[in-house]
């Protein structure tokens, strides 16, 4: 597990799949301080790193990466910590399409390539 402050590889991001799904890296944003922590079992895991950091709850996002596709495929928004109904998100995915958006804009500064 690890928080991403600086710029990451894609072909990090596909080794990091190799070593734990195969073709996904679990991913958590943090859309107000555009952190990304990555390479956990389970999203919360990465909730609680981001936490721990001073992150704070309400910014903080769960998806999939999928580092071998592109354009929609790349990004999954689904997370059972996404699940909020007291922020208005009653599901599993990201509802609010602004979210939606700063969420794919910290994963373009983040990674490259």
Do not use: C
């Amino acid at each position: 597990m690890k928080i991403i402050t600086e710029i990451i590889s894609n072909d990090e991001l596909k080794q990091m799949a190799a070593n734990m799904f195969g073709n996904l890296v679990k991913a958590v944003v943090d859309v107000e301080r555009g952190l990304l922590a990555l390479d956990a079992e389970l999203h919360s895991d990465l909730e609680a790193l981001l936490l721990e950091d001073g992150s704070k709850q309400k910014s903080l996002w769960g998806i999939n990466l999928y580092p071998e596709k592109q354009g929609d495929d790349y990004i999954e928004f689904d997370s059972l910590i996404n699940l909020r109904p007291s922020q208005g998100n009653s599901s599993r995915g990201v509802d609010d399409a602004g979210v939606r958006q700063k969420v794919i804009e910290v994963i373009n500064r983040r990674i490259k390539g």
